[in-house]
């Protein structure tokens, strides 16, 4: 584990701050410092970015400009500034969205989370941010660091929040259960759900479901359910117009954030459907990834910030 240097991809960082919004220069020192440094030796996580579109929350692509998640966690957590706090944006709390529905601010901004990892302030719950008992501890290393590039000894300080802080935990589980409440009556959803009804699953439990996944890129169409492998639905051509009229809808609603590419749903038993949308993964359709010529389209035809362009997309417009 010692050899395994630190997983760090700052091009992923720059996309997941919200546009306009200006990496901090201290998280940019910090990945220079920590690069080629043992894992484990200040902690156990990746830098690199995530929209909150992958984090573990309920529906969380409208929330993009609301976080920039730009740690990883090894079961994973995501780690970044929440910018829902309030207008001023300068310094941000830092926050995580847990893989088990923790919802915690972990510091009052990234100095503080840095300071925090150094002082190893972090209880057992958040144990992943103190070195690994196999490597060798390099935390007085990142303290003498962090006194020179702030200008302080007074690590301990950068810690604390000057004012109380927001509940982030009650703005979080408030948003979830909205988003479900909104989805499970949304009249789209209520639709697919009868036209899919010969796949409601067979448990008694309530959390019982059938998975599928759907992909659409310009005039390409997949519908697929999870059984045994991923199967073709038989009724593709019923609910494709359904789905096409709810991406517009969509894009209509929120139309910084473009077309989405896939999503994911389950059916539960009731006929309840609750998606999740993937904006960015450029999916497959059939055995061969989505054409590029169709996504372009979709890219003309809703404009995103250019830091929200896929990658794989960004590359094919700049050829």
Known sequence: MSDQPYHIDIESIRRAFPPGTEVPPLLLGFAGWLEGRPWGSVGCYSLMGQFADGAPIVDGSPLRDKFALFMRLPEGSEVGAWYGAGPDQSDAPVVVLGSEGQYDILAPS???????????????????????????????E???????????????????SAAEPPDFRHWMEKWCRDR???????????????RLAAHLPKGKNPW???????AIVGSQFQARVLRRGRQPV????????????????????????????????????????????????RPMIG?????????????????????????????????
């Open 110 to 140: 990234v100095a503080g989370l840095l300071a925090k990892i150094a002082l190893q302030k972090f209880e057992d719950n958040w144990s992943d941010f103190l070195p690994h008992e196999d490597a060798d501890d390099a935390t007085d």
């Open 142 to 160: 990142l303290a003498d660091w962090l006194k020179i590039r702030l200008g302080t000894d007074d690590l301990e300080s950068l810690t604390q």
């Open 180 to 194: 479900e409440d909104y989805w499970s009556n949304h009249p789209m959803m209520a639709e697919l759900g009868w």
């Open 208 to 214: 019982d479901k059938t998975h599928f996944e759907i």
């Open 234 to 281: 038989e009724e593709a051509g019923k609910i494709e117009p359904l789905l096409r009229e709810l991406r517009d809808d969509m894009r209509r609603a929120r139309p910084h954030l473009g077309l989405w590419y896939s999503m994911a749903f389950g059916l539960y038993a009731d006929g309840r459907v609750v998606p999740r949308f993937d904006y960015d993964t």
């Open 287 to 319: 055995e061969a990834p989505a054409e590029l010529a169709e996504a372009q389209a979709d890219l003309a035809r809703a404009p995103r910030p250019e830091q929200w362009v896929p990658a794989w997309l960004a590359a094919a417009e700049a050829g």
